[in-house]
Structures are given as C-alpha cells and as structure tokens.
C-alpha cells in the first residue's frame, strides 16, 4: 500500500454517518473511496453542491456539474445545488462536521499552512482559509516528509491558513493530535515505530504509554 | 420587458478600464459567449473581481491570454500559469482575497451593507491593512463591500422580465453578483416566455438585471 | 374627490415605467389603483414578493401569498418569491426605485418620523426605518395636518425613521420637495392656495415664482 | 435520512426559558402545528426572534396570549395589542429591531460573521448603546449575530434528507433561520421521497435540518 492510500484508508475511518464533508482536491478526495458502505454522509463541495457522487460514466457529464477542481462528478439522491454565499455560510458558519485538507507544514501550536511559498508558489488561498477557520473538524491529510525534510515543525515558516488549532495529522507514519499542551502522538503507521516517526518530525512530539498501530479502513 | 440583446452589442457597452464582476467557478457558470465578445472585441484595462481566472483557454483565461485584465481580484490563480507568470511580470495586479470572504464582500456590496466582520485572514497576510472590530471579546476582520460597474453573469434560463434560473455548481458567484453592479449583463442558455418561470423558481428576481442576451443559436 | 383620493392620485404620476416600487400599508397601497395602463411597474412586498398583483377573486385566495399588511393577493405573471435576506437586500442595497409611505411628520431637513409617538404608540419599525434609508427615491404620502395641527414642522419632534433627506411629500394640499435649501412648495392641491399651504404648515416653506396646481392621474 | 417526528415529541424537547427563532411574517409562513403544540405543552420563559407577533389568535400570537414569551426581538407588534400590552405592563420585554437588521443578524449568526454593517437605525433610538464604525468616510451602526437555542420553521415540502422548498411570501425569515440555530426543526406541508426534490429547487440543504414534522393530516 502506498503513502497516500495508507493515509486516505486512516482519514477514511473518521468519517461518521451524517455528517456533512468538504474533502480538498488530490489526496483528500481519495477519501471517499474507503468510506465503509453503512455510513450516510453528504459531501460538499465548494463550488456549490451538497451531495457530490462519483465521477459520471463516460458520455453522462454534465458542464454545469463539476467538483471544486473542475472534474465531472455525479449528485446523489437529496443533493442540493447551492451558491457560494451559501456554500461559504455552510463552512464559515460551523455547519460543515469535517474538511480534509492538504498541508505544507503544521506546527506546535496546530497551526496549519497550506496556502502559498513566498517567492515559489502563490496559487491563491481558494476556500482554504474559510475551511480551515470554519469547519467544525479539520484534518490534514499529507505525507510526512517533503523531499525528506519534515512538514510538522516547531513553528511555521510559510504563512498560516488560520489562526485555528487544527484538529488531527494523518501521515502514512503517523496519526497527530494538537492538543494545547502540543502534538500528542495517538497512532504510528504501519510497520513505523515511534523513534521513525520522531526523526521523521522537527515538532516536539508528545508520546504517552499507548501508541497504537493505525488501523485502516 | 427586456428585449434580448446581441452579444456584440453587450460587449460594446463597456468601456476600457471597467470593473467586471465575473461569475463562474472555473469556468463553470462563466458568461462564455459574452467573454468571446470582448475578446473579439479588445478593448481591454478592466478590473475583474471573480472567483479565480480559470485555465489558460476557458472562461476568464481567454481575458487573460488577451491581455484584457490590468487588475484581478480573485481567490485562486493556480490553474492558470498565465496568470501567475503576468502577476509576476507585473502586468496583472492580483488581489487574492479568501473565497468565503470575496462572496461576501460583493454581497455587502449589493445588499447595502458597509461591511462584514470575519474571522477567516486572521493571522494571516489577509489581515494586512485592514481595520480589526472586537465583538464580545472576538476579534474580527473588517471587510468591506466590493461592487462592479458590470456584472456578467450565466444563467441556465431567463425570462423576458430578466427573472433568472441557475444550474447545479453553475450558481456559484452568479446570483450574488447580479446584486452588486450598476449595470447587469446576464447571459442565460435559454430565454422562456413570462410567466414560464415559477416565482418560486427564481434565484434573480428580473428587476436586477439590466440586459439579456439572446438565446443560444 | 377626498383627501386620500387626491393624495393617492398624484403620487401615481411619480411612477415611471420599469420602476421597482414598494408600496406602505394604508393610504400609499391605494396609489396602485390609479396607475396609467402603460406603465409597467413591479410592486414589491417587503415579506417576499416582487410583481404583487390585485386582490384575488373570492374562493381563489392563496395562504401563502399576501402582502405586508396580511392581506390576501396574487401574483402577476413574472413574479419572483424571494425571502427577507433578499427583500431588504434589494432595499437597503438602492435597488428599489421608489418607496411609498405614510408619514407622522416631515421636517426642513427631509427627515421623516412614522413609526413611533413615545407613551402612545410604539408598534416598531418594521421595515420602514430599511426603506427610507435605502429606497432610491422615498415618497411620503399624508393628509397635510392631524387634527388640525401641522405634520410638516420646522424640526421633528418624534423619533426619525432614518437620517436621510426623503424625495417628495405629497398631501392633499401640497406637493413639497426637501432640498438642501429646505423645503419648496411645488404644487398646491385643487383650489388651494399657497396662503393656505403656509397657514398649515409650521415648517418654512421656500415658494418660488411658479406654484402650479396638482395634476391627477 | 430523518425520521418524522410527531408534533408533541418536538415541543417535548424544548426546554423552558429556550430562544426560539421563529419564521413567519403574520403569521404568514410560521410553523403552526408546533406552535399549537407549545401552548398545549406550557412550557414558556421563552426568548422569541421573529419578524413580528402576528395578531391574538395568530400564530406567535397564541405564544402572546398563553403566556409562554418573556422576551420578543421583533420589528413589529402593532398589529397585537397583547403584545403591546405586556410590554407596557412589564411582562415581555421587547427589543424592537429594524426588519431588515433583524435578518441579516440573523443571517449574520447563521454563516459565522461577526457582525454586519448597516446605515439603517443611524440618528434613531436604534443607535442607542452601539458600536459605529466608520467605513471610507461614511458612518454605520456595528449590528451584531443573533441565534437562537432553536429554529421553528415552515416549509412547504421537505425530503427524507431534511431538504427544504418554500411557497411565495411564506418564505420570509424559514430560510434564514434554518441556518442560525443549534437545533433545527422544520413543519413542512408535505414529505417527499428522497430525490423528488430537485438539487436546483432547494432552498434549505437537508443538513441544516436537525428534526422534520410528520406531515400534515
């Protein structure tokens, strides 16, 4: 199993029945492939639709019905079409349970930078920083390292999403939870010890008696 | 009653160096035919407040490879090198203001308001310049209202009183923008006779709408 | 013809065709009833509908479509249901064209009071306090004193509906216009005579060479 | 999916001294079966927002007459004189507030803002006790979020999903306050099975709604 199926299986598991979800483009979205079949939810996208499906068959897509990345996707039974007022009152106003988002870095304090590298890299903040501030539950869904260098830091050196502690990390090493006494470290992946995950890592990583093994959906 | 307007004619009534407010998320919901007229028509120096810029090629993108935009106000530039590498150059001046936070600002723009207070750009370099409101002990953003001198916005149908229908993420910033222009160009797929459209159906009531297109050939 | 007749009338000469217009409960409503045919206007409801048509025939009312005041009404083909975001989005936004309203009393500044007399009557505001601060064009639509006493004075003596300069007062005695000079008499009444028009009114009135009298649709 | 609940369970969940939201506009659009419930039940104390207190015998009216309400943030109580009664007599305590302010606190509490600028109420007793900020040389009143413990609302048909549509001038506060509650409970005319509403005609996403009504007898 590669880094983001491992991490998409993890996240995957804190999907609950009922609840409303804005997965983000790439990674997060794989997401919905592992969603146990006995769970409702509704997934929201931010372009304006409540109730996203899978991608059409070839020849059934719609111009006028895409996700937030521009891809054709399907409406499931009791879909709702919405505009971006109301799509972003849905995220701002705390009415969205969960987002799935990319990041860059997160640090000790559990906050989230995912927006832009000065001088590199200026997309543009889309809906992130409404998600981030938002969204009753944010999860970051991103592999551990990038190009080996550690992406869970003591501070954040890019510019912050949101003044908003993030809710879980899920990495294909580790599973992170920013409490306000720091990161604690609940889960390790599969295979990973703790000490991996710690070299892995330039955070101070809080370690309690019972680190489990993730389990995956 | 509205008489529907030729293309040509909507693009001839703006002038250089107006303010657009463009609707369409990607491309999706984007006034297409009227963005192929001003192309054709290259007159050129507007501001355009938007979602994002597209691709290179669809919707607002074609203002871009057109040289057309001087100023865009938008959440999202990152599917678009064009815009980037002419951000960069210093052609396009780009304003990037977070999605939830762009929705409502032409909505206060439109309604009346003269402000919002938001949380999300906290903290971040969002926050820059703008004036903080403490409301019950939370700090807030001052955002203030954006309008345009056209609005161009898609529809999926229209009557001849200018009442609007919109479809699926084709909604997106559409119906607040028809709120916040002085002038309102709607181009919608199909135009219906009056009476057609469900008062209960209508997302633009007609009085917004300034000038109707005709239908598609 | 009686005062209200006379007042109702004139006010139906200041509506143009294409305008959007919202009509108060009582004395304004009755401006409908002498509209030209040729005049092609939009009523607006403030509790959600724009193109209010005539009372509906008996047996053929509808529950859920009456005006502000409750009462029963139909709706003209084009019409638009809208909720009260949106209804006090198009007042307080100026994208109605004119406003109708009774009035308690008018001062030298334009400024209105009509929703309040302290100890007396304090049934609130409603939605007057959004139309005379938003509407393009404020019309105040009286009977020229109460009770013998002048209801156009030098300065309120009520609490104002809004800090804003209202367009045109119009009684059965006079056509009035606030302007930043103060208020000038445009018009008297059949067979009144501007002597008359002063001896009712405590505020100054500016009369100028020509008074002509009231023309009635 | 929501079950349907009968009308008695729903006011049964209701606690005393609870700040009800409550759409209607004279009783026009108000959620009639559970507010018979709640007189029936007795249980009051109640905080109520709304745009008005229709007439005795009227929708929030018999909330009036029984007893239940001891606070009302309203625009409007001319049209009842009980309403006005206990406000004189001490009884209720009534914070009258311009209609249009009303649902933009309302919107305001629902989509997380944290406040809304508005001229409307400049110069009146409006102002009194509020923050005004200035925006780019113009003054307005800082109106601050209103929500409630509970959202009563009435549609004209819902969906197993909570999904909502509404019926012309019963629209007014229902789709506004949908979004400003912690509970949410909708008394639709009529239930459709899931899908028979499309995305495109719903006003309010299923996943504002917390309890559905058993459909009307």
């Given at each position: 199993m590669d880094a983001k199926e491992i991490i998409a299986r993890r996240v995957a598991l804190e999907v609950k029945d009922g609840m409303l979800v804005n997965l983000g483009i790439g990674l997060p979205s794989m997401v919905a492939n592992f969603l146990p079949d006995d769970v409702d939810v509704f997934f929201q996208a931010e372009n304006g639709v409540i109730g996203l499906g899978a991608r059409p068959p070839?020849?059934?897509?719609?111009?006028?019905l895409t996700d937030a990345g521009g891809a054709f996707v399907t409406a499931v039974p009791g879909a709702a079409s919405i505009d971006s007022a109301m799509s972003f009152g849905l995220i701002r106003g705390g009415h969205l349970d969960m987002t799935v988002l990319g990041g860059l870095q997160v640090d000790e304090r559990g906050y989230l930078a995912n927006w832009m590298v000065p001088g590199k890299m200026v997309p543009g903040m889309g809906g992130a920083m409404d998600l981030v501030a938002g969204a009753k539950r944010v999860v970051v869904a991103m592999v551990h390292t990038q190009k080996g260098k550690p992406k869970i830091v003591p501070e954040c050196t890019l510019p912050l999403t949101a003044l908003r502690r993030i809710s879980l990390i899920v990495t294909e090493m580790a599973v992170i939870q920013p409490t306000e006494e720091g990161l604690v470290l609940r889960e390790v992946g599969p295979g990973v010890t703790v000490e991996q995950v710690q070299e892995a890592t330039s955070a101070n990583l809080i370690v309690q008696d019972v680190v489990q093994e993730m389990k995956l959906a | 009653m509205k008489r529907a307007t030729k293309v040509e004619a909507a693009a001839e009534l703006i002038p250089e160096g107006s303010t657009l407010l463009i609707g369409g998320f990607m491309g999706v919901g984007s006034p297409h035919r009227l963005i192929d007229a001003l192309v054709e028509r290259g007159v050129g120096g507007f501001t355009v407040v938007a979602n994002d810029t597209a691709m290179p090629g669809t919707g607002i993108g074609k203002l871009v490879t057109a040289g057309l935009i001087a100023r865009a106000v938008v959440s999202?530039?990152?599917?678009?090198p064009e815009t980037q590498a002419k951000m960069i150059s210093g052609e396009i001046d780009v304003d990037l203001v977070p999605q939830g936070t762009l929705v409502e600002r032409i909505r206060a723009g439109g309604v009346g308001l003269g402000g919002v207070l938001t949380a999300t750009g906290l903290g971040t370099p969002v926050e820059e310049g703008k004036q903080v409101v403490e409301v019950e002990g939370r700090r807030f953003l001052l955002e203030i209202p954006i309008r345009g001198d056209f609005a161009l916005i898609a529809a999926k149908s229209a009557d001849y009183k200018g009442n609007l229908e919109y479809s699926l993420t084709a909604h997106n910033f559409n119906p607040v923008m028809a709120l916040a222009a002085d002038t309102v160009i709607a181009e919608p797929h199909t135009i219906l006779p009056v009476g057609a459209i469900p008062p209960d159906a209508v997302?633009?009531?007609?009085?917004?709408?300034d000038h109707l297109l005709e239908r598609e050939h």
């Open positions: 070839e020849g059934m897509e719609d111009a006028d | 999202h530039i990152g599917l678009n997302k633009t009531p007609g009085v917004l709408v």
